[in-house]
């Protein structure tokens, strides 16, 4: 009797765990007043690769100010890069430090369904991966660059999985601007893959970049609001 009362008690501590992590993710931030602190994982993303000085970072104690996006003129000189790489917070985070990113907005693109909402990429079916539109000043910053930022912010090897995210969403993607970006990317993985780094095979994707879908306005620059540092998944 003690057995099946001690087993009840765990079924219903887990039940209520994932139901808490639900309504987290699923709670717009302005909305809920009731959350004290973020969720364990995103802080977990913010980690160990934003220390010292691994990367070329613009990033000052206080939270940066909004990047705005480039007008017409000015976006002539700049390009466009994309990147999927698990959850989008952290990911637009990381980048938003690079020296040479001018604009990013978190959203949803690689699937079949228009204007998704982000309640129904979680669900699945969508085909659609969490990713960071990037635009950059290639003078400062290059597009190898860019990549090996991408690369060390998340682990390419776990299919459909980021840390304790799991899902068709949280899949490892470039999509690429041009055949130059797509020689570059592929390069740059296959240098990757015969580094030794990892002992599992690479499963990230290159695409074309299609359609780009912007996310909800309560996930952009969602780290910066609410006060994490750093950003990224390892």
Sequence with gaps: MNMYRFLFCVSLIVSIGAAAYLVYRFTPPEKASTVRDVSPFAKAYAGEAMKGN??????????????PEPDDDAANKYEKATFAAGCFWGVEAAFRQVEGVIHTQVGYTGGKTKDPTYRQVCAGGTGHAEAVEIVFDPKKVSYEKLLEVFWKIHNPTTLNRQGPDVGYQYRSAIFTHGEEQKKLATDSKEKLGKSGKYDEPIVTTIEDAPEFYRAEEYHQQYFEKQGIKGGCHI
């Excluded at 206080?62 to 990047?67: F, L, Q, T, Y």
Aim: charged share 50%.
């Design 54 to 67: 691994e990367m070329d970072t613009n990033a000052d104690d206080e939270v940066m100010a909004d990047k």
